[in-house]
């Protein structure tokens, strides 16, 4: 995974925007607006890869906020540190190597805690989002961003035909690394479907869940709130 992730980090911001024809940035903007940050919160961005999840955390605490993204590849982090630079939030983001499966935070530290498109490759999915729960503060929200099944007679056949057969072809062409692209289909017929998801946020303890499916169902987010009684679990 690790030799993955490396290897597409040159190309990845790219990639997704071509890809999804630009909805990503839609995408993006749409989750951190439910994380409900404030200007001058502290958020934090869990597997940020490029880091542009967390740029947009920035874009909402403003320049008295901060914002930390953590992600278990180098090459990752090198990218997101450029695209950091070309931004005016150098000073309110923070990167960290780390492992999602065991946050080095302390608890209720955040104000809320995002991961977008990474559910599908961690090792352990409830353990991520229990650790996500762990390091947000009680009222705080815990939100996911990834890719799900569309269920639009019609429109699902379309859009399952470009992600099995033409995302791959065009993300070689583009990269010119043929595995990572033929991996991503892969990877999400493994996935639990949505309301599974929602299943696995109330079982660690998350309260108000719900989700929102974007562009058809291609992209799902879910939201869970960090319960205000310390008896929860």
């Known amino acids: 995974m690790y030799r993955i992730f490396s290897a597409i980090a040159p190309r990845y911001d790219f990639l997704n925007t071509a890809l999804s024809f630009r909805q990503d940035k839609y995408w993006r903007r749409f989750t951190v607006e439910k994380t409900g940050l404030l200007p001058g919160g502290y958020g934090l961005d869990v597997c940020c890869g490029t880091g542009m999840l967390a740029i947009e955390h920035a874009k909402m605490v403003g320049p008295t906020g ?20 070309r931004t005016p939030y150098q000073n309110n983001i923070e990167l960290t190597q780390g492992n999602a499966l065991n946050l080095p935070f302390a608890k209720a530290c955040f104000d809320s805690a995002t991961i977008g498109f990474a559910l599908r490759n961690v090792p352990d999915l409830r353990q991520t989002i229990l650790e996500m729960k762990r390091v ?78 974007l562009t058809g169902g291609i992209v799902t987010v879910h939201v869970g709130t960090v319960p205000k009684n310390k008896n929860l679990k």
């Open 136 to 213: 947000v503060r009680p009222g705080g929200k815990v939100v996911s961003l990834e890719l799900s099944r569309p269920s639009k007679v019609g429109f699902k056949q379309a859009y399952f035909f470009y992600f099995n057969f033409l995302v791959p072809v065009l993300g070689f062409l583009v990269s010119g690394v043929k595995g990572p692209y033929s991996y991503l289909p892969a990877s999400l017929k493994n996935f639990p479907p949505k309301k599974e998801i929602s299943n696995i946020f109330q079982k660690v303890g998350l309260t108000g869940v719900t989700y929102y499916e």
């Open 66 to 85: 901060k914002v930390v993204g953590l992600d278990f590849c180098a090459a990752m982090l090198a990218k997101a540190k450029e695209n950091i630079a």
